[in-house]
């Protein structure tokens, strides 16, 4: 009975929950190595353990949240309130660009002073649920072209508009992720190719605009420190270009072959003393390079791949189809958002500057997983209890034509 009772307070898929916890423990063993990389670095830097504390209580704070929200049903709310939400994350998407705090030329937080948040966080799951609501009626104006341009191409636009600005690589990816969720809601493919379409015209204008400002414009500067556009285009072109070995780039890879097999050992790292941003867009390499691949890379690939097979098992045993897209638009966001952080340490992807989730460092990031796949949790709870329910009867049933006969 004592067993039962534990279990009734930690419920949903078991296997979603220990994957979780094995990438949140090197996450804790991956940042307590870059931030003690940094104070050896720099001599002046002498508050590594109050940045190892503060990550440590965002993984705690996220995990209690992902516990809290995966004990509640969430589906029949988040349907009625998606748009809504939507909205929501519109306004703070555009608060951040024009109050928003500016990190390395990109506008992507909203500082608080205790704490800031990155909108673009909010908006990409809060874009997946208005979908996931919109795609369960899809059918009834989906050969409509404006109820289609109305509910689903423009809402997907206006967000990636929005986001693309100060953060190029998260909108494609959002973007790559809605492709994704309308081929599994069986919309038809000259529908997605429409998108598709309308996405790559305005990324067109884009471009040409950019050039035409650049020809104006007398000092190249003002116009490189005014758009990301210029950054997207300067690590493409770096990207198939001859590494220098100075390079973010280059040393990355560096930390991935050092890493070998078994890797130097936990805080044996010798490239973290020269990658920038090393707990969050180069973490796979430095995980690689102390754990090697059989105890860093493998690992860790293939808890993503776990989670990417448990999210299609829980959506496809839902009897909902707003929770079956929900689902998996949040497992294959953050999941094809962990791959690409992977293929930038290995150069096979262009930097994109995306941290890896659950594992890097960062406040609002962890936090949005955790509520995201607390959802997922969530909803496998409530295919588990509806199941039992199922069960519960048929069996009455079978006693009672058991009683019947005797």
Known sequence: MEQKGMTGRFKGDIIIWTVIFFLCVYSALAVYSGIAGRALADKAFSEEHLYLMRHL???????????????????????????????????????????????????????????????????????????????????????????????????????????????????????????????????????????IGICLLGMTFVFLGYGIIKSIKSDKKEIESSTRVHTGMNRITRFFDEKDPYSQEFRAQLAVAEGGLTGRMPGKSEQRFKLANIESDYIFAIIVEEYGLLLGAIPIIIAFLILTFRGIKIALNSNRPFSAYLVLGITFMYVLQAFINIGVSVDVLPVTGQPMPFVSKGGSMFIMCCVAFGLVLSESRVNAEEKEEVEGVEQAKNNEEEIIDN
């Open 57 to 195: 209580f965002i993984i705690v704070v996220g995990l209690i949240l992902m516990w809290l929200v995966h004990l509640v049903k969430w589906h029949n709310a988040l349907q009625k309130t998606g748009f809504a939400l939507l909205l929501m994350s519109w306004i703070l998407l555009l608060i951040t660009i024009f109050f928003g705090k500016e990190v390395a030329g990109a506008k992507r937080w909203i500082d608080f002073g205790v704490f800031s948040i990155q909108t673009s966080d909010i908006a990409k799951l809060t874009l997946i649920i208005y979908l996931s609501s919109v795609f369960t009626k899809v059918k009834t104006f989906q050969n409509d072209f404006k109820q289609m341009l109305k509910w689903v191409y423009a809402p997907v636009l206006i967000t990636c508009a929005l986001i693309v600005k100060d953060d190029n690589s998260t909108a494609m990816i959002l973007f790559a992720v809605v492709v994704l969720l309308m081929f599994f809601a069986r919309i038809p493919m000259k529908k997605i190719f429409t998108l």
